[in-house]
């Protein structure tokens, strides 16, 4: 009896961890998982993709990361990640502009790409609080139409820098901008793990992960303060908040200001382990992994997490890296891009067709 009894409560553990961790979740996982194992048996060196696979998720994971404040005020998914992004764009090209280099120019990047992300974001947050209930429907139309717009802003701008100016004409930003002389990998070098010295490729950018943590346990942090419990309030039951006496506009606004600062960081973040600066069309849908990444992991339109955000991030930038590469291996056939096409955008349906969190 004793015997029947602990099976039946391991059972219900295990299905409770199950439900908790949400099925789709869990077959993402496996997948994820028989890449890796299927690593030897397409010739593929297990270190180096293991290598791909931390740095692109220690590019990416900050801009999952601004998802999380406005999903916790209640504005939704930030498909206007893109304005963030610009912000960013453009602390990269004045730092560069104005003569900055090596880390320095990191650091002046951030400094001049913040008022950009107040302002923008400011706007932006002004403009949702109008239109409450439609914010993810008008967010996306802002990213694009930002992006749209600063392809123009790109060409006219009074940039002069030779190292980002079309050589021909003297004027006009460049498609793509080299930061070698600047701050390529300057958070990736960091205490860099690099074991090629003893025949291994494997890589790991410590500094950008580390710095990634700072972020994400400063956003956990805020999130226990008076402010983000007010935040919280708001996303949750907005007449409770109002009943309590917290200004609604208010912590929407703050929300999305933040998820723009942290957009900002993020492409910053992103071009320093690429090594190269992408402007014009670049930013156009980079709200969209974002978001796939942090649904993936396990967030819903009004609930998000730390954990979410790093499971996402790491499933998401896991399958678009491992795919293409073993499935391309194993068949000899060289459709590695259409494979990444197929199984990032086919992740992105996925994540936007779900209503709710682990439970589904």
């Known amino acids: 009896m004793d015997n029947t ?12 961890m199950i439900d908790s961790y949400g099925v789709p979740r869990m077959i993402i996982t496996g997948f994820l998982l028989l890449m890796f194992v299927l690593v030897p048996f397409a010739g593929v060196d297990f270190a180096t993709q293991i290598s791909n696979v931390i740095n692109r998720f220690s590019w990416n994971a900050i801009m999952v990361l ?4 406005m ?25 560069i502009e104005l003569g900055f280099t090596g880390p320095m120019s990191f650091v002046m990047a951030i400094v001049i790409a913040t008022p950009f992300a107040l302002l923008l974001g400011g706007g932006y947050g002004w403009m949702l609080n109008k239109i409450k209930g439609g914010e993810m429907m008008v967010a996306t139309y802002v990213g694009f139409s930002s992006v749209s717009f600063m392809c123009m802003m790109w060409l006219l701008l ?4 030779p190292d980002m100016v079309w050589g ?10 080299s930061l070698e002389k600047y701050y390529d990998r300057v958070l990736a070098d960091i205490l860099t793990i690099d074991l090629n010295s003893i ?37 949750s039951n907005p007449a409770f908040a109002t009943a309590a006496g917290v200004s609604v506009d208010k912590m929407r606004l703050i929300s ?4 723009t600062w942290l957009g900002a960081i993020g492409i910053l973040v992103y071009e320093q382990g690429f090594g190269f600066i992408q402007i014009y069309t670049a930013p156009l849908k980079m709200a969209f992994p974002a978001v796939a990444a ?15 955000v790093v499971i996402g991030t790491f499933l998401f930038q896991g399958l678009v890296t491992m795919a293409p590469t073993v499935i391309n291996a194993l068949i000899h056939l060289d459709i590695s891009e259409i494979i990444r096409i197929i199984v990032s955008n086919g992740m992105i349906v996925y994540a936007l067709t779900r209503k709710m969190g682990g439970k589904k």
Not at 5 to 16: F, G, I, M, P, V
Not at 66 to 69: D, F, H, I, R, S
Not at 169 to 176: I, M, N
């Open 71 to 95: 999903v916790h005020s209640g504005c939704g998914l930030n498909f206007g990640l893109p304005l963030g992004i610009i912000s960013g764009l453009l602390g990269a090209t004045l730092s």
């Open 5 to 16: 009894t602990n099976s039946l409560a391991e059972k219900s553990r295990l299905r409770q």
């Open 199 to 235: 025949g291994i490729n494997l890589v790991i950018p410590t500094g950008s992960l580390l710095f990634f943590a700072a972020l994400a346990f400063l956003m956990w942090a805020f999130l226990h303060t008076k402010t983000g419990t007010a935040m919280t309030a708001v996303g």
């Open 168 to 177: 021909f004409s003297g004027s006009g930003l460049r498609t793509t901008i």
């Open 158 to 161: 009074p940039y002069k820098k």
């Open 294 to 308: 942090i649904l993936i992991g396990g967030a819903s339109v009004n609930k998000a997490s730390i954990a979410n």
């Open 256 to 259: 999305v200001i933040l998820s």
């Open 66 to 69: 601004a998802m999380v404040p």
